[in-house]
């Protein structure tokens, strides 16, 4: 069977932390009630993006206020590339899902990657997490691991940010910059984000956030002179920008909810789609001098990537290889198989 003894969420040394695969300490034990209770999965899964905007982008701003005088702020890679060698700890996570629908409920096979940026190398560590959730009490009822939910696609997600939540806040190293594939704020999800972005700031981490897609219309909504024109916030930053530049910076506050509030901006590293950046309220209280010069370090390794139809920092994207490649060292239908689970209706529609 492909799974090995799981471990701890946690590294015991920063020596120890080259290179390491990490299980949930559920995982093989889902596994085996999958077998006990004989569900049957598909042969084959669906690649999942995590996409809190289904559950509501925040929208109860009340007011976008600038943080800069509104401009284009042209950034400078060479100092990027200066700031990225001079001896910063930068980290980025990215997570890569796979969904397996079957008749007696839904699974997800997750892996989350950490990269480290070493003196001579990438340190990936990655952590795989295996859920399995049910409408039916008749199985969730016989088994401690699986879970019973009446919202498989809203619980997988918590779990999802409460894995990624535990799983960083023990494993970045402590005074470091950290990259994050996904939103600050996002519908349901904020308060995890934020309680992560709380965690991790007492240790010395600058957690700051990545969103590629969005139609948030923050901006747009609200200064008049961009009012009505453009489709989204994303629209109007891309005619706004030339390829290398970003905007200036802009503050969020829900009007509900001082907690989730937010310094954010839009940079464009080639004529493509721009990206939305933003970190945590606190964090730039406590790091704009630091935040602000980190834009130029962004460009820097957005051009060291290079990828113009998917412009990701170099950080980001070597995350997200990891994680996709983690997850294809476990061939869950050949562990089904292993464990003796067999499809109970429908039996043509399968492959095993």
């Given at each position: 069977m492909p799974v090995e003894k799981e471990e701890n969420y946690a590294i015991s040394s920063k020596s120890q932390s080259y290179n390491k695969l990490i299980f949930h300490p559920n995982f093989r034990k889902t596994l085996y009630e999958l077998r006990d209770l004989k569900i049957a999965l598909p042969s084959n899964s669906s690649d999942l993006d995590i996409n809190f905007s289904l559950y509501g982008y925040p929208m109860n701003g009340k007011l976008v206020s600038e943080v800069e005088k509104f401009q284009k702020v042209k950034l400078d890679p060479v100092r990027g590339q200066e700031i990225y060698e001079n001896g910063i700890n930068i980290c980025g996570y990215d997570e890569s899902i796979n969904k397996?629908?079957?008749?007696?409920?839904?699974?997800?096979?997750t892996s989350h990657c950490l990269l480290i940026h070493d003196?001579?190398?990438?340190?990936?560590?990655n952590l795989?997490?295996?859920?399995?959730?049910?409408?039916?009490e008749a199985f969730s009822g016989r088994s401690h691991y699986i879970k019973f939910s009446r919202d498989p696609e809203l619980d997988s997600k918590k779990d999802y940010i409460l894995d990624r939540k535990k799983?960083?806040?023990?494993?970045?190293?402590?005074?470091?910059?950290?990259f994050?594939?996904?939103?600050?704020?996002g519908g349901q999800m904020s308060s995890y984000t934020i309680e992560l972005n709380n965690l991790l700031l007492k240790k010395g981490v600058i957690p700051i956030f990545f969103v590629k897609n969005?139609?948030?219309?923050?901006?747009t909504d609200n200064i008049i002179e961009l009012n009505k024109i453009y489709n989204s916030d994303m629209h109007w930053s891309y005619k706004f920008l030339n390829s290398g530049e970003r905007t200036s910076l802009f503050r969020y506050v829900d009007q509900y909810n001082d907690n989730y509030a937010k310094i954010f901006c839009y940079i464009k590293g080639f004529n493509v789609s721009p990206q939305r950046i933003e970190v945590d309220i606190n964090t730039f209280e406590k790091y704009s001098d630091i935040i602000i010069n980190l834009f130029d370090m962004i460009?820097?390794?957005l051009l060291a990537q290079g990828n113009l139809k998917n412009p990701q920092v170099r950080t980001i994207s070597i995350a997200e290889k990891y994680a996709r490649s983690t997850l294809k060292l476990i061939n869950l239908i050949e562990t089904m198989k292993y464990l003796g689970i067999t499809p109970t209706m429908n039996q043509e529609r399968f492959t095993w």
């Open positions: 397996f629908l079957g008749l007696e409920g839904t699974a997800y096979l003196d001579f190398d990438y340190v990936p560590i795989l997490t295996f859920y399995f959730y049910t409408r039916s799983f960083l806040v023990d494993n970045v190293p402590k005074n470091s910059i950290l994050i594939d996904g939103p600050l704020i969005s139609n948030s219309n923050l901006v460009y820097y390794l």
